[in-house]
C-alpha cells in the first residue's frame, strides 16, 4: 500500500507562487500515475495534473496549464506541483494520488484513475 503525505501549502498573494511536495512510501516499481487534485469549499474534487512515475509523461488542467509544472523525483519518492501566478481561484485543499497502470495519450488526465491511494491534502490560500 502506498502512503502519501503533502506539504508546502499556505498562504499566498495573487501572482504568487508555491511548490507542493507528496512524498511516497511502500511504490513497488515505478507503474504508478501521480496526480495532484484540490477541491474548494463546496466544490468537487478536481483534477490539477498527472504524471506517468515509469516514463515521465504529464498532462494538466486547462484552468492551470502554463501555471503550474507536475513533476518527480523518483529516488527520492517524491512528487511535485510548481504553482505560479496563483489566482484567488486556486484557493483549495490540493491532495496527492497514486493509482493507475499505463499512460495512454488520450485519457490525459484520466490516467490518473482509478485512484488507489491519497493523501492527506494541504491547503492553499491565495488572497486577492
Known amino acids: 500500500q502506498v502512503q502519501l503525505v503533502e506539504s508546502g501549502g499556505g498562504l499566498v498573494q495573487t501572482g504568487g507562487s508555491l511548490r507542493l511536495s507528496c512524498a511516497g512510501s511502500?511504490?513497488?516499481?515505478?507503474?504508478?500515475?501521480l496526480g495532484w487534485w484540490r477541491q474548494a469549499p463546496g466544490k468537487e474534487r478536481e483534477a490539477v495534473a498527472c504524471?506517468?512515475?515509469?516514463?515521465?509523461?504529464?498532462d494538466s488542467a486547462e484552468s492551470v496549464k502554463g501555471r503550474f509544472t507536475i513533476s518527480t523525483d523518483n529516488a527520492k519518492n517524491t512528487v511535485y506541483l510548481q504553482m505560479s501566478d496563483l489566482k484567488p481561484e486556486d484557493t483549495a485543499v490540493y491532495y496527492c494520488?497514486?493509482?493507475?497502470?499505463?499512460?495512454?495519450?488520450?485519457?490525459?488526465?484520466?490516467?490518473?484513475?482509478?485512484?488507489?491511494?491519497w493523501g492527506q491534502g494541504t491547503q492553499v490560500t491565495v488572497s486577492s
Open positions: 494520488s497514486a493509482g493507475g497502470t499505463t499512460w495512454i495519450a488520450g485519457r490525459k488526465l484520466r490516467n490518473c484513475l482509478p485512484v488507489r491511494s
Open positions: 511502500g511504490f513497488s516499481g515505478n507503474n504508478y500515475m
Open positions: 504524471l506517468s512515475r515509469n516514463n515521465g509523461r504529464a
